[in-house]
């Protein structure tokens, strides 16, 4: 059982910067992919940026350039660098994180992104 805690959400103004931060329960390192999802009313949960445990990165398009996701292996922490946002990435933001064939999800974090 793989248990992940979702922190750093709030509000903020377009433009701006927040750090989302997702601890797991576990060693960080034997989850392979880690990542972070979004789901805003009325729509479907979307992949924001995933990460293997060699490092590779994948964005979705409309975050690229914008946030950068990162691991810290001796915290067990996944983050998420989001910059210049805009109003249309408010949403909840959920970690996920795949071992050894099972999914696990954190209960999310709000993001809002308003003037």
């Known amino acids: 059982q793989v248990q992940l805690v979702e922190s750093g959400g709030g509000l903020v103004q377009p433009g701006g910067s927040l750090r989302l931060s997702c601890a797991a329960s576990g060693s960080i390192s034997s989850l392979n992919p880690v990542g972070w999802y979004r789901q805003a009313p009325g729509n479907q949960r979307e992949l924001v940026a995933s990460?293997?445990?060699?490092?590779?990165?994948n964005y979705a398009d409309s975050v690229k350039g914008r946030f950068t996701i990162s691991v810290d292996n001796a915290k067990n922490t996944v983050y998420l660098q989001m910059n210049s946002l805009k109003p249309e990435d408010t949403a909840v933001y959920y970690c996920?994180?795949?071992?050894?064939?099972?999914?696990?999800w954190g209960r999310g974090t709000q993001v809002t992104v308003s003037s």
């Open positions: 996920n994180a795949h071992y050894v064939g099972f999914s696990f």
């Open positions: 990460i293997s445990s060699g490092g590779s990165a």
